[in-house]
């Protein structure tokens, strides 16, 4: 049987007789009546109508190649024919379909539309449903159709027309040509799969046995890999955001709890790795480190007093160079140890001494290894420059302190213990900020070099005045240190001839003067007279009441600092002095003369 057998099949009727026939591609059943002779086209045939003894189909402008045939006798019994809604034929009593046709063969069942009839519906139970006699016959369901059917030429041959089926049951299950057949429903067997319905339509079956295997949900709620693999990445990200998150809360809470409660178990302090040894050679340890060796402690012990101070070693014969004031307790028959500072001791003696410079030698003998402290120049210090000091305060040996120079040229005066005042000190010193305190005495006062530019002697104390630092008060932060360019030369004469020569003018000033300037005295002050004759003043033309107000141009306000001036020179230095006489100012050159 061909495509278009197989598609539509014959009418049937109670006998199985077919009553009518359908155009080729068509879904629905058309009744096709007889054309207009004269405007039918070729391909038209008619067919007879129930009753009617038979049809011929004739083709007005047919060619030659249309064939006469002849449809079998139908059955006396008449059928309800169909027709198109639009055949201006069709009967007026018969009820026309509930939509028009659909002119754009809307799928499942394509053309003519939605008033086709649905595909056939079988029982479960297998048994094939007759057809209701009033109901017409339905087509076997087939693969779909195209969208318009292929055109006709002519009207077919007898031959091939369909044969009528055996019976009425038989067009329910009609099979088609190079397909699967369409078996009847029947019971399944147990052990058989479902067949998949030929079909493409026909795929919902209520009554179907369900298909093996597991159920699936369809459509969009199954979850691509795609889905899944985002799914599964926003879950390890938020697991790592939240542990994250309670870690950081965890370790706040137990650092907080460490910190609070000093950890667990015993504490470890941290410390910092071992730093090199060595430091800077102009540091303040580098200078002590260097310095330290050379610095003693003297411990002064005499019949009526004790202290202690300290000195700085000159040279490798075992001179050693303190204040005046230090040694002085031991008197005639004292006794002074030296304490060096990697703790050797030695019994020291005075070589000579001078309460006018407040500087003493004292020698030890039997030592070896002994590091003199290089000697520098004290004129070339400036204001502000770094200083450190060295001593044994309260008999603290080898304490450092650090400073700088805090002024030059202070004239002070120290000692003046005596009934005569013969153990007062001149000093043109040094100021320092540098801690000093009882103890410092003959300590060295270095330079950033490490090397002596002053000899400690004499604090400020805020309750004592000016003296030597064998008080008891501490240090304010005024210290003074006899210029090592003084104490070179004294100690040089103290060594060579255990005497130091002061220079002079020759003069006698007037001590209680309270007038600016340093005044020269007068015979009224005794027989004596005020101006040395043939001294170095008698010969420069001083007299008797000169007022002497500067010298090599320095200001003088009293007669202690014209006596610090003239110390800081050698015998033999020419001086230049500035002198008011009866209200004139003159300038007298004089040179410095020598006493013991």
């Known amino acids: 049987m061909d495509e278009g057998e197989r598609r539509n099949g014959p009418e ?25 002779a004269e405007g039918g086209d070729a391909g038209d045939f008619e067919l007879a109508r ?100 292929p055109a006709v030429s002519g009207p077919a041959s007898a031959s091939e027309l369909p044969a009528a089926p055996a019976s009425a049951s038989e067009s329910f299950a009609a099979p088609a040509s190079g397909s699967e057949p369409l078996a009847a429903p029947g019971p399944a067997s147990p052990s058989d799969p ?48 939240l542990l994250a998150l309670v870690s950081g809360l965890a370790g706040g809470v137990v650092g907080a709890q460490l910190e609070r409660n000093g950890g667990i178990g015993a504490v470890e302090l941290p410390q910092s790795s071992a730093a090199p040894s060595g430091r800077a050679p102009d540091s303040v340890a580098g200078i002590a480190a260097r310095a330290l060796p050379s610095v003693v402690t003297l411990h002064v012990t005499g019949s009526a007093e004790s202290g202690t101070g300290t000195g700085f070693v000159l ?71 770094p200083v450190v000091a060295i001593g044994a305060p309260f008999d603290l040996e ?12 202070r004239p002070i005066t120290a000692g003046g213990d005596g009934a005569d005042a013969s153990d007062v000190s001149y000093v043109d010193a040094l100021q320092t900020d540098a801690p000093i305190n009882p103890g410092n005495s003959g300590g060295p006062l270095l330079d950033r070099r490490g090397r002596v530019i002053g000899i400690n ?34 100690a040089e004469e103290l060594i060579n001839t255990g005497r130091a020569t002061h220079p002079v003018i020759g003069i ?30 008698a010969r420069a033309g001083l007299r008797a009441g000169d007022v002497i107000t500067e010298v090599d141009g320095q200001r003088v306000h009293s007669g202690e600092e014209l006596i610090v001036r003239t110390r800081a020179h050698r015998p033999g230095d020419r001086l230049e002095l500035t002198v008011e006489r009866d209200g004139a100012q003159r300038t007298l050159s004089l040179v410095l003369g020598s006493s013991k």
């Open 12 to 36: 049937q009727g109670e006998s199985g007789e077919p009553v009518g026939a359908e155009r080729a591609g068509g879904t629905g059943i058309r009744d096709v009546r007889a054309g207009d």
């Open 315 to 385: 040279d490798t014969q075992g001179h050693i160079l303190t204040n005046n004031h230090v040694v002085q307790p031991a008197g005639g028959d004292g006794a002074i140890t030296v304490v060096f500072n990697g703790g050797q001791t030695a019994t020291a003696e005075v070589v000579g001494r001078d309460s006018g410079y407040d500087l003493a030698v004292v020698r030890v003998t039997g030592v070896k290894g002994l590091t003199p402290l290089p000697l520098g120049n004290s004129d070339d210090v400036q204001v502000g420059d």
């Open 194 to 241: 479902p067949a998949p319905p030929a079909d493409p339509w026909h795929r919902y079956d209520p009554w179907a046995k369900a298909a093996a295997g597991p159920l699936q949900q369809a459509g969009a709620g199954v979850v691509s890999d795609v889905q899944r693999r985002r799914r599964v990445r926003r879950g390890l990200v938020g697991g790592a955001l």
């Open 398 to 409: 080898g304490t450092v302190t650090s400073g700088i120079i805090s002024a030059k040229e």
């Open 457 to 490: 002697s004499a604090i400020r104390s805020a309750g004592a005045g000016t003296g030597t630092d064998t008080g008891q008060a501490g240090s304010i932060g005024l210290g003074f240190a006899i210029p090592v360019n003084q104490g070179k030369r004294v």
């Open 508 to 537: 006698t000033l007037d001590m209680g003067w309270s007038g600016d300037g340093a005044r020269v005295g007068t015979a009224a002050d005794g027989d004596a007279s005020p101006v040395t004759p043939g001294g170095p003043g």
């Open 50 to 149: 129930p009753g009617e003894g038979g049809g011929s189909a004739a083709g007005a402008g047919g060619t030659g190649a249309d064939a006469d045939f002849t449809l079998p006798e139908p059955q006396p019994r008449a059928q309800p024919q169909l027709q198109h809604p639009s055949d201006p034929q069709s009967d007026p009593e018969r009820p026309k379909p509930l939509h028009d046709p659909d002119a754009y063969s809307t799928p499942p069942y394509g053309r003519p539309g939605p008033w086709a009839p649905a595909p056939p519906v079988q029982h479960p139970a297998g048994a094939a449903l007759a057809p209701d006699p009033a109901d017409t016959a339905v087509a076997a369901p087939g693969p779909a159709f195209p969208a318009e059917p």
